[in-house]
């Protein structure tokens, strides 16, 4: 079955600090990848996503995250961290057929 | 706008309540999902309707009932609900049966039961 693992339940950065937050995705095929984000009492919103081709992609906010085939990995970096970047961050998978499945999801906080 | 709206977004139900939730999308979707979301817990999916037709009820009580009537409206309907059913409830969209488009999400409802 497939399944989304995000190792890192809570993290905190300091601001202007570097950041990785890690999914990793069990999959028999190459699969589409999300990432999301979630502020505060709000919904999810989509910070960006693996198609295929270029395995380094870019996303809003000055998000980008790197798929590798080898590890099963999607990890979501940002060279400098905001501390507007607080929020709580959720890695999917889709199984190309539509339906997503999610990690548990990883608190960020980001220290002044 | 998200395109995918939710009403109220904030609602506060006794125990012996009637009330429901509200999700329209203006994006053309034919997939609609609830999701409920506690604290410090991860995303619990309770339904799916893919073309107007419930495919999916993960083990969800009686005590919550959905209803699609078209593929832009989707209702959750609440009776009797529980203190531990106060959480953020939210509503997703999506194209039905296509990759790689993800889901989009509303603001959500933000419930309290007392």
């Known amino acids: 079955a497939q399944s989304v693992t995000q190792p890192d339940i809570h993290i905190t950065v300091s601001e202007g600090a570097s950041l990785e937050l890690r999914c990793n995705y069990s999959?028999?095929?190459?699969?589409?990848l999300f990432w999301y984000v979630q502020s505060p009492g709000q919904g999810l919103q989509l910070l960006l996503k693996y198609f295929s081709g270029d395995t380094l992609v870019q996303g809003i906010k000055g998000f980008e995250a790197e798929f590798k085939r080898s590890q099963s990995s999607f990890n979501l970096r940002k060279p400098s961290v905001h501390w507007s970047d607080a929020a709580e961050y959720f890695c999917a998978v889709d199984n190309q057929g539509g339906k997503l499945i999610f990690g548990q999801g990883t608190e960020l906080s980001v220290k002044p | 706008e998200t395109g995918v709206t939710q009403t109220p977004r904030h609602l506060v139900m006794g125990m012996t309540n009637k009330k429901s939730l509200k999700c329209e999308q203006h994006?053309?979707?034919?997939?609609m999902y609830w999701y409920k979301q506690s604290a410090k817990k991860p995303l619990e999916l309770m339904f799916v309707?893919?073309?107007?037709?419930?495919?999916e009820n993960n083990s969800v009580p009686s005590r919550f009932s959905p209803e699609c009537p078209n593929s832009s409206h989707l209702f959750l309907h609440l009776h009797t609900l529980q203190p531990e059913d106060s959480a953020l409830y939210l509503c997703?969209?999506?194209?039905?049966?296509?990759?790689?488009?993800?889901?989009?999400f509303g603001s959500g409802t933000r419930l309290t039961v007392v």
């Open positions: 994006l053309g979707h034919n997939a």
């Open positions: 309707y893919s073309l107007e037709e419930r495919v």
């Open positions: 997703a969209s999506s194209q039905a049966r296509t990759g790689g488009y993800g889901y989009t």
């Open positions: 999959y028999g095929a190459t699969p589409y």
